[in-house]
């Protein structure tokens, strides 16, 4: 504990058997929650074709603007309701899930790779191209991200390969920096020493040596990078710059129920709250491997 | 010292360069500008305006000779013409900047005086319900979506309970039009404020001189305010940058759903309607604010902190 006059007490306090403070501290030790909606998330997505009770597309006019089941007039054919042209709320968000989950694995996915590559290569080769490496990303930090991705995915027109290449692009930066420092410590370790010596050439020395040093902290950023993806991939999806219509993906899904607020507040509110338990779990998450992996990094 | 910024400002220019070529190639390659001038679609242009406006904007030339015009007349200060109304964008920019400044310096003081002393409070009060409400509210504007956010404060405030205006920015200084949009570009850096207020606020307070400073009878308020709170505030500076991306993105965001009359709102127009001029220059602008700030940010932070030493 730390000692001081003012934390004693609320130290005290803390170590109280019961209440509230035993709760959160046995929820904060274990990430059951976050780790839970997650696992429902990844299943829903996964089995989505045989769990949906309506097709994502399939728009039947008579259920347009059908409340949710809870209401008088809803029924339970549409458990979230229905959208402005009578598609199922709730199938569209399973869908909507399968579509925001797959884009931004395999955005974080690429962007890791060739982030770590490159912070792996930089560090260990150093010189002129360690320079260069460092000043694309000094540039590449220095772009307001949000708006140069609203111009490029209008060019590429907008489109799921569109997206995760954005996504990619938005990711790589952020993995050399972190990981460049790392390898700048361990490349003159005596075991990566001995490597050398006995004749490994660069790229094993990287893969096998430099790289399971360097994995925590990859992780631990990918993790806290993960709900940021999630978040511009919906807000590019609002701005209607993101995955194209009919598709159904958690931000446009907001857009279409934006002008019908008043009598149909459904189609836009669950999305968002589809949006922020996911990202909220991926946060949580993000925070529970970095105080386990990496505590250094606390400042992210 | 000197050698730092020095090369800083080379990054600096460096990036500015690097963004006006990716910005221009994107507003160039958007869609194929000749096709936007065709009488009978587009801007439905008469074939002597548009073999004015080829020749205008040299779109008969190759992509980096038109570059280099434009960054020409971009250093000479001509902003350009709206394709839409054909008018200059230099005015209409003049007329756009101020609600977005408005709107973005609104945000940014109710942030710091949300944020901060909620930080500070959080960090003191470690593990009391304030922390917990505290962390909650954080990690909740760290994750709803910005636009999200403001649809339902316009479907709660506007819409059910009919307290404040649901867009627009009013005529002169009507206060009511500026709670909404203000909120909700502001929740999202005030998370980042707690938690990194926080966090470093609890740095500080485990650090060795805090520990002597008490033993020495100072008091609580003093030990706070005075010696951490100063070690403590240049965590949130380390951070304004981010905060400056939070509140571009923040700022598309928020007028987009607010028909704000602002900079952010062109540039999403623009982008729907391939007015690539108007979108070179906006974000531009953007980007030329965020470069800025973060110079000075990084300049600021070497002159406030002597421990930091630059090669």
Redesign the interface.
């Known amino acids: 504990m730390e000692g001081t006059v003012a934390t004693s007490t609320a130290a005290q306090k803390a170590a109280r058997p019961g209440g509230f403070r035993n709760l959160v501290q046995a929820a904060s030790r274990w990430p059951l929650i976050p780790g839970g909606v997650l696992t429902v998330l990844f299943v829903v997505a996964i089995f989505t074709p045989w769990l949906a009770p309506h097709p994502p597309l399939k728009a039947t006019i008579g259920d347009r603007f059908a409340p949710p089941m809870w209401y008088a007039e809803g029924d339970s054919n549409h458990i979230l309701g229905g959208d402005t042209v009578g598609r199922d709320v709730l199938s569209r968000l399973m869908y909507g899930a399968r579509v925001s989950l797959l884009v931004a694995a395999i955005a974080l996915v690429t962007g890791t790779i060739v982030g770590t590559s490159l912070g792996l290569v930089a560090g260990y080769f150093g010189g002129l191209i360690d320079e260069v490496i460092m000043r694309v990303v000094d540039v590449w930090f220095g772009l307001p991200f949000v708006l140069v991705a609203l111009v490029i995915a209008v060019i590429l027109r907008p489109s799921m390969t569109t997206m995760m290449a954005l996504l990619a692009l938005f990711t790589w930066a952020g993995f050399v920096r972190n990981v460049r420092a790392e390898v700048l410590s361990l490349r003159t370790r005596d075991y990566v020493t001995i490597a050398k010596v006995e004749g490994a050439s660069a790229t094993r020395i990287m893969l096998v040596h430099i790289l399971p040093g360097v994995i925590n902290i990859v992780l631990v950023l990918a993790s806290l990078r993960a709900g940021q993806l999630i978040l511009t991939e919906a807000f590019l999806s609002f701005l209607g710059a993101g995955i194209p219509p009919p598709t159904a993906t958690w931000g446009s899904m907001i857009a279409d129920g934006r002008s019908y607020l008043t009598n149909a507040w459904w189609v836009s509110v669950f999305p968002g709250v589809a949006i922020g338990m996911t990202v909220m779990s991926l946060n949580f998450l993000g925070d529970w491997l970095r105080d386990k992996f990496d505590p250094r990094l606390r400042q992210l | 010292m000197r050698r730092f910024i020095v090369r800083r400002l080379f990054?600096?220019v460096?990036?500015?360069l690097?963004?006006t070529i990716?910005?221009f190639s994107?507003?160039r390659?958007?869609?194929d500008p000749v096709s936007l001038f065709t009488p009978n679609e587009g801007y439905g242009m008469t074939k002597e305006e548009y073999k004015r406006v080829v020749a205008q904007l040299h779109l008969d030339r190759s992509v980096p000779i038109q570059y280099g015009y434009w960054l020409a007349d971009l250093v000479r200060g001509d902003l350009g013409r709206d394709l839409s109304d054909r008018n200059l964008i230099g005015p209409k920019l003049a007329k756009r900047i101020m609600p977005t400044l408005k709107l973005a310096l609104a945000g940014w003081i109710l942030a710091t005086v949300v944020g901060v002393p909620l930080g500070v409070l959080s960090a003191?009060?470690?593990?009391?319900?304030l922390d917990?409400v505290g962390r909650t509210f954080a990690?909740?504007g760290?994750?709803?979506?910005?636009?999200?956010v403001a649809?339902?404060a316009?479907?709660i405030f506007s819409?059910q309970l009919k307290w404040l205006p649901s867009a627009t920015m009013g005529e002169g200084f009507a206060v009511r039009n500026y709670v909404l949009p203000t909120i909700a570009l502001a929740w999202f850096p005030v998370a980042g404020y707690v938690r990194?207020v926080r966090?470093?606020m609890l740095d500080v307070?485990?650090s060795e001189y805090?520990?002597l400073a008490?033993a020495k009878g100072v008091s609580?308020a003093t030990v706070i305010w005075k010696h951490a709170f100063k070690n403590a505030a240049l965590?949130p500076l380390?951070f304004a940058g981010l905060l400056l991306?939070g509140f571009?993105?923040g700022s598309?965001?928020v007028e987009?759903?607010f028909a704000w009359p602002g900079l952010a709102r062109y540039?999403?127009e623009a982008?729907?309607t391939?007015n690539f001029t108007v979108?070179a220059v906006?974000?531009l602008i953007?980007?030329g604010v965020?470069?800025v700030a973060?110079f000075v940010i990084d300049i600021l932070y070497a002159f406030l902190d002597p421990r930091i030493h630059y090669s």
């Open positions: 990054t600096s460096l990036a500015l690097g963004a990716i910005i994107a507003s390659l958007l869609a003191m009060r470690r593990g009391s319900v917990y990690v909740l760290q994750t709803l979506p910005v636009f999200w649809i339902i316009v479907l819409v990194i966090s470093s307070l485990d805090i520990k008490r609580n965590a380390t991306g571009i993105a598309v965001a987009t759903v540039a999403v982008v729907q391939n979108i906006v974000t953007f980007t965020y470069i973060n």
